[in-house]
């Protein structure tokens, strides 16, 4: 299966650099840059026991389709995430297999003042990416898994010989000179938990697992077998007591959609108290009076009730199951990265 072919920079390889360029899977139709975590990638090869080579974009001038913090991860012939729709990939992947052989980092410059004229940006930017090693062993990225389990944010330092992974937050990336050295931080994963077993919310669940969610689906007392369709987790409590097991943070949205108020409300009252990033109730809008009457009721504050979607999404989209869940998880996505945007 060839990679893009034309757009790869022509030099020395040995057979591993030719074999990784030239049989990435689905390199015809790349659809692994839809996975834009490579954590998941990552802890796939360690738990092979397989080392793995990770490519950060860490410096942008000009257009770019990506920023400073996307990555790539090569393992084997495969590959995780992207950095320009098609441009450079394959050769980023040529290089990668030379570190992978070598263990020696690499900086890659494209575009606007690259010695490499024969590959070109379509957007005539200039990208500049910085590919590691990671060994199968290395403390320092099952330390990055270790907080992703716990759903705490880190920072990855590397100069491509000494790494690091520490808590803490801070921009995406940050880099410097003489000596090179950067720092990218890793948020825990989006988190969306939806309750409810209607076609709507059967949507929105749908929805958030094809875009890129740890989904969990919520349905009371609803069938023991799992849902016709991949979802991270299958509970069948109440909300409240689901979202209470399941811990919530600023990484985390909620939509209450079982259309029952004994479910619906004891929901969002929890997630609106314990840090829910976002949090939407779907209902008839003439509904929402007493809604938000029970919820004072039941102790809700007016600043907790202001963060409350009642009629959660994008309006106009129509009223189809897959019309509400793309208005939602658009709706969900813009409070999550609003939330979670660091200076």
């Known amino acids: 299966m060839a990679i893009w072919p034309g757009k790869t920079h022509h030099r020395q390889t040995d057979g591993m650099a030719e074999h990784m360029t030239g049989a990435i899977e689905e390199a015809d139709w790349p659809i692994f840059g839809w996975d834009d975590d490579i954590r998941p990638a990552l802890r796939e090869a360690m738990n092979a026991g397989r080392p793995a080579v990770l490519a950060t974009l860490y410096r942008v001038e ?7 913090g996307a990555q790539m991860l090569f393992d084997g012939n495969k590959a995780s995430g992207y950095f320009s ?7 980023v992947a040529s290089h990668a297999a030379e570190v992978m052989a070598d ?15 024969d590959i070109r940006l379509r957007c005539g930017g200039a990208l500049y990416v910085f590919v590691e090693r990671i060994e199968a062993h290395s403390n320092a990225a099952a330390a990055v898994l270790e907080y992703t389990e716990k759903r705490q944010p880190c920072l990855w330092s590397s100069d491509g010989t000494l790494q690091k992974a520490a808590p803490g937050e801070g921009p995406v990336l940050t880099y410097g000179e003489a000596p090179f050295c950067f720092t990218r931080r890793f948020d825990p994963p989006r988190r969306l938990v939806v309750s409810g077993g209607d076609p709507g919310a059967l949507a929105v669940a749908r ?7 740890e989904t969990i689906l919520i349905r009371p007392d609803g069938p023991e077998t799992p849902p016709p369709f991949p979802v ?8 409240a007591d689901a979202l209470a097991r399941l811990g919530l943070d600023k990484w985390t949205a909620y939509v209450g959609a079982t259309h029952e108020d004994h479910h619906d409300l004891g929901g969002c009252l929890h997630a609106l108290r314990h840090g829910a990033a976002y949090v939407g109730m779907i209902g008839a809008r003439s509904r929402a009076e007493g809604r938000l009457a029970a919820l004072r009721a039941a102790g809700a504050s007016d600043a907790e ?27 969900i996505m813009a409070a999550l990265t609003s939330a979670n945007k660091c200076a």
């Open 232 to 239: 991270s987790r299958y509970m069948r409590e109440e909300p």
């Open 62 to 68: 000009g257009s770019a389709p990506r920023g400073p």
């Open 207 to 213: 929805m958030g697992m094809l875009a890129g969610f």
């Open 103 to 117: 263990g020696k980092p690499r900086h890659l410059h494209y575009g606007l003042g690259s010695p490499w004229i």
């Open 305 to 331: 009730l202001e963060r409350l979607e009642l009629s959660p999404g994008i309006r106009g989209l129509g009223k189809a199951p897959w019309d509400v869940a793309t208005g939602i998880v658009a709706a």
């Open 85 to 91: 729709g098609d441009c450079i990939e394959g050769d």
